[in-house]
């Protein structure tokens, strides 16, 4: 991530930029909460991409003299705290309450689309999409095709989900262990996006997309797709590029 380290600076390029500022307080060094935030929510790389292409990054370290103590005084955070996040307007204001306490890829993923649609921006299928990642995986139990699935219990219910699961003629199972689906995008693997790492999610939706023959390239990410800008020969392509997803896993 290119955090920029200046307060006013920042504020000002957002202004020029009309984009959001992403505000983040950090201990640096930190501890293993801090440590944990920063590889592996904040440098996944299609949070990465998100955040440097419709926010102003900015990083104020919590536990340093000087100008970041003053950002902090004013904005009345403690020194020496876990991360804490704010999604400002150009012009300062804070367009949704603050990140706090909450250190994973999805709660991140929730602020950063509520922050985009307050400020009236829309957001990118490819990071709609992503969110599916977080969720849900498909794979296989003794032979039996299954998805494991994570819910907010604040949300809905595990009979909620027994009940939908029951009327599209599924059922709750508690065999283990669960193996990953190592290749289900079999339409995918026929055309041209199967050279560019992607997600689970993207795997899926981009290989129903093919399957209907439609162009699946909103669900990319524009640095996914530079991949396929005639800039590589065909011959030096990686023919499974769609399953070589180390990049995207998550910890």
């Known amino acids: 991530m290119r955090w920029r380290r200046d307060f006013d600076a920042a504020m000002s390029e957002a202004k020029e930029r009309n984009l959001p500022v992403l505000l983040l307080f950090q201990e640096i060094p930190g501890c293993s909460t801090?440590?944990?935030?920063?590889?592996?929510?904040?440098?996944?790389?299609?949070?990465?991409?998100?955040?440097e292409s419709h926010f102003v990054p900015l990083a104020i370290f919590n536990n340093r003299d000087g100008a970041d103590a003053e950002v902090l005084r004013r904005f009345n955070e403690p020194a020496w705290n876990n991360p804490v996040v704010y999604f400002l307007s150009p012009d300062g204001d804070e367009l949704i309450p603050k990140l706090t306490n909450r250190y994973d890829?999805?709660?991140?993923h929730d602020k950063i689309t509520?922050?985009?649609?307050?400020?009236?921006?829309?957001?990118?299928?490819?990071?709609?999409?992503?969110?599916?990642?977080?969720?849900?995986?498909?794979g296989w139990i003794e032979g039996?095709?299954?998805?494991?699935?994570?819910?907010?219990?604040?949300?809905?219910?595990?009979?909620?989900?027994?009940?939908?699961?029951?009327?599209?003629?599924?059922?709750?199972?508690?065999?283990?262990?669960?193996r990953l689906?190592?290749?289900?995008?079999?339409?995918?693997?026929?055309?041209?996006?199967?050279?560019?790492?992607?997600?689970?999610?993207?795997?899926t939706r981009i290989n129903l997309e093919a399957a209907y023959g439609r162009d699946p390239s909103r669900y990319l990410s524009p640095r996914q797709?530079?991949?396929?800008?005639?800039?590589?020969?065909?011959?030096d392509r990686d023919p499974v590029g769609y399953r070589r997803d180390e990049a995207f896993r998550l910890r």
């Open 105 to 108: 890829l999805i709660s991140l």
């Open 225 to 235: 797709l530079q991949g396929l800008d005639g800039s590589v020969a065909d011959a």
């Open 181 to 203: 689906d190592a290749q289900p995008q079999f339409y995918l693997a026929k055309t041209p996006w199967r050279s560019v790492p992607m997600t689970r999610a993207q795997r």
């Open 34 to 51: 801090c440590v944990n935030f920063g590889q592996d929510v904040l440098a996944h790389p299609l949070m990465v991409e998100m955040i």
């Open 114 to 138: 509520g922050a985009l649609t307050t400020s009236g921006t829309s957001v990118p299928d490819w990071f709609g999409l992503f969110r599916g990642d977080l969720l849900i995986e498909a």
């Open 144 to 178: 039996e095709e299954v998805v494991e699935i994570y819910f907010d219990p604040a949300a809905t219910s595990a009979d909620q989900l027994d009940r939908l699961a029951r009327a599209e003629i599924f059922q709750h199972t508690d065999k283990r262990p669960f």
